[in-house]
Structures are given as structure tokens and as C-alpha cells.
């Protein structure tokens, strides 16, 4: 029975992904509250004449006016809600029950109120289709389904005559356990659908993650720098003046190898890729584009805050204390740093950016390395070196 229970109420694809499917299909009810109750609302101002002009019928003609003024009413309302970021549950249920109502209270009324003597089918085609519309859990449908139900067959015995109950409550029951039917296989339908369509987006995504994701450091790569560095060129933000691209280099990387062998190497290249993905934080991109060479790039408003960007950089790197006792400018690994720097909207090419932070980069490797050099279209080259070197 719990079996039964939990495979009806859709708990047998997982409480979390039933939670996670029904959040990412629900807001189709919103769209579909708003389809849902522009039809009706034609329909019933369409047949609001039929009434009027053969039947003289004006209560009649009344209450179709006012079905399409709910239901035009909630179109509307749907429509604005739509528009809104953060939409409550409660309220789309509330806003379905009232939909639901309508429609159904006007099925009541033409199947019974205003036709005792005669049985038609209206009802039974209102009630298996209203609930078709939505993606909702079983237990509301269900709910829904059975106080329809239960009012059109109360208004049948209040109303009509014995000779007619037999037919209408069959046809009433066998509609209702249609709709509940049909509701339940397409929702669940809906719901395999999304799984499958959320577990296939999850694989994209890990995928396209690797392919930029460089394995030893978690940097990104070559390919994600690259294409980075041209929607930084091309996309700036009006709010940024320059454009920093910046290359670096471990100092003396071949003899930390040599000596402590390449897993320790690994570990070194970690350790900085640990360092430099931590700079996101203050808004720097990061990226592995070689064996020890390593990319940045970042925005400012003004040119002398690049020092205070580089020395919060090469401090990140000081405070790793990785030992390198091959090194001839410090006892720990150290960086030589080029950072050119480009006024946004500058007609350079991405390759060229490129070469010129590189040229940057050799002049402080030509410096005496463990130093930053920095140069610009509109700043004089200068050299940046740790505070306590």
C-alpha cells in the first residue's frame, strides 16, 4: 500500500527531484491559467448572443457574461503574474481552483440548472478536460475532481427528476475517474520528461565544464581564456574604463622540478591554481594557458589601483610558502608578473593584447624576475616588486 501510495503521489522518482520537477514545470500553469481563461472567455461572449437573439433569454446571457468576465479577469491576472519573478504556490492554486470553478459552475448550470428536464453532455466534457491543462500533484486533482463531482451530482437530485439521476451520476463518475486518470498520466509524463531533460542538461553542463576546466589546477584553460578574453574585449561594461591582461610566469619552474621531482611539481602548480582561483573573489579572471604559465584579466576604473591588485596577487602567493631551494631570487616559489593594460573599446585584437602582455612578462623575467612589470597605450612602463624583497 505504501508502494501504491507513494508511486501515485509521484514519490517514487525521489521526494527532491519530485519537489525540483514539479518547481520547474508548475510556471506552465501560469501560461496555460492564461490560454485556459482567454478560451473561455471568447466562447462564452461568442455564445452570449445565441441567447439573446433566439431565446430572449437574458438571465442566460447574464451568466455566460459573467463566466467570461471571471475568466477574462483571471487571463489577465495570469498574464501580470507572468511577469513577476517570484510567484507563490498558494496563489496559482487558488487561481486554479477559481478557474476551475468557473467552468465547472457553468458546466452545472447548462447541464442542470438550465436544462431539469433534459440529460446533455456538457458537464462530463468540462470536467475531463479543465484539469488537463495543469501540472499539478494528484492529491489537488483529485480534490478538485471529486468536489465537481459531488456538486453536480447534489444540484441533479436537488434539481431533476429521478428518471434522469442514473444517467448523469454514471456518466459523472465515469468522467471524473477519466480526468483523474488522464491528469495523473500526463503529469507523470511531464515529470519524466523534465528528469530526463534535467539529467541531460547536468551531463551538457559537466562536459562543457571539463572542456574548460584545466584538470591539476581547476583553472580554467587555453580555450575558456581565449574565449573569455574576447567577450572581456568586446562586451566590456560601461562602467570600466581599462582592460588588465596579465601573464605569469613561475619563477624557476624547470629547477623546482628537477629537484623535487614532478608530483611535488603538481602539487606546486595546485597550490597556485588554489591561489589564483581564490582572486575571483576581488573580480579576476584566472586561467592555466601553459605548463607554468598562467593568464589574468580584469577591469578597472583607474590604472593605479592595478598595483593594489598585483601586490593582493603576488601576497596570495607569498603566504603559500612553498619551499623552492633551487630558486635564485627567493626561498619560496615566486612569480614574474607582465600586465599591459588597454583603454576599453581600444581597436586591438585579442593575439595582439596577448603579445603584448607576454613582451611585459619577459622584460620583468629580463628584470631579475620575483617583479611585476606594467605598460600600457597610455602609461609610462613600471616595475612593481614585493614589498619586503
Known amino acids: 500500500m505504501r508502494k501504491f501510495i507513494y508511486s501515485w503521489r509521484f514519490y517514487s522518482f525521489g521526494r527532491e527531484q519530485y519537489q525540483e520537477c514539479m518547481n520547474n514545470v508548475f510556471n506552465n500553469n501560469l501560461l496555460n491559467l492564461r490560454q485556459g481563461n482567454t478560451i473561455a ?27 467570461a468576465v471571471i475568466a477574462t479577469l483571471i487571463s489577465f491576472y495570469s498574464n501580470y503574474l507572468m511577469q513577476q519573478l517570484n510567484v507563490k504556490k498558494s496563489l496559482i492554486y487558488q487561481l486554479i481552483t477559481l478557474f476551475y470553478s468557473n467552468i465547472i459552475l457553468f458546466g452545472v448550470y447548462l447541464d442542470v440548472w438550465s436544462k431539469p428536464d433534459k440529460t446533455v453532455g456538457i458537464f462530463t466534457c468540462l470536467l475531463v478536460c479543465a484539469l488537463l ?23 441533479t437530485i436537488v434539481v431533476k427528476d429521478y428518471g434522469l439521476w442514473a444517467y448523469n451520476i454514471a456518466t459523472t463518475v465515469f468522467a471524473g475517474a477519466l480526468s483523474i486518470f488522464f491528469s495523473w498520466h500526463i503529469t507523470k509524463l511531464r515529470m519524466g520528461l523534465e528528469i ?17 576546466t584545466d584538470e591539476l ?12 578574453f574576447q567577450r572581456y574585449l568586446s562586451n566590456y561594461r560601461t562602467s570600466d574604463d581599462y582592460l588588465c591582461v596579465a601573464l605569469a610566469d613561475i619563477d624557476f619552474f624547470k629547477f623546482y622540478n628537477d629537484h623535487y621531482g614532478h608530483p611535488k611539481g603538481d602539487d606546486c602548480l595546485r597550490g ?16 592555466r594557458v601553459g605548463g607554468e604559465e598562467f593568464a589574468l584579466l580584469w577591469f578597472e576604473k583607474d590604472v593605479s589601483h592595478i598595483e593594489k591588485v598585483v601586490n593582493h596577487w603576488t601576497d596570495t ?30 581597436p586591438h585584437d585579442t593575439q595582439e593584447l596577448y603579445d603584448l602582455a607576454d613582451k611585459a612578462l619577459y622584460t620583468a623575467k629580463g628584470s631579475g624576475r620575483n617583479c611585476t612589470v606594467v605598460c600600457g597605450d597610455e602609461i609610462k612602463q613600471y616595475k612593481i616588486t614585493p614589498k619586503d624583497e
Open 133 to 155: 491543462l495543469f501540472v499539478n500533484p494528484p492529491q489537488f486533482n483529485f480534490l478538485l475532481t471529486i468536489s465537481a463531482m459531488a456538486i453536480f451530482i447534489i444540484s
Open 217 to 228: 589546477t581547476q583553472l580554467r584553460n587555453r580555450r575558456d581564456f581565449m574565449q573569455t
Open 272 to 287: 597556485i591554481g588554489g591561489a589564483l582561483n581564490s582572486l575571483s573573489s576581488i573580480g579576476v579572471y584566472a586561467a
Open 41 to 67: 472567455a471568447v466562447f462564452t461572449l461568442f455564445f452570449m448572443s445565441f441567447p439573446l437573439a433566439f431565446e430572449q433569454d437574458f438571465f442566460k446571457a447574464g451568466v455566460y457574461f459573467g463566466v
Open 196 to 212: 530526463s531533460a534535467s539529467k541531460l542538461e547536468e551531463e551538457r553542463n559537466k562536459y562543457v565544464d571539463q572542456s574548460i
Open 317 to 346: 602567493i607569498k603566504n603559500l610558502k612553498i619551499l623552492h631551494e633551487k630558486s635564485k631570487v627567493s626561498e619560496y616559489v615566486t612569480m614574474s608578473i607582465g600586465v599591459y593594460v588597454v583603454r576599453c573599446g581600444s
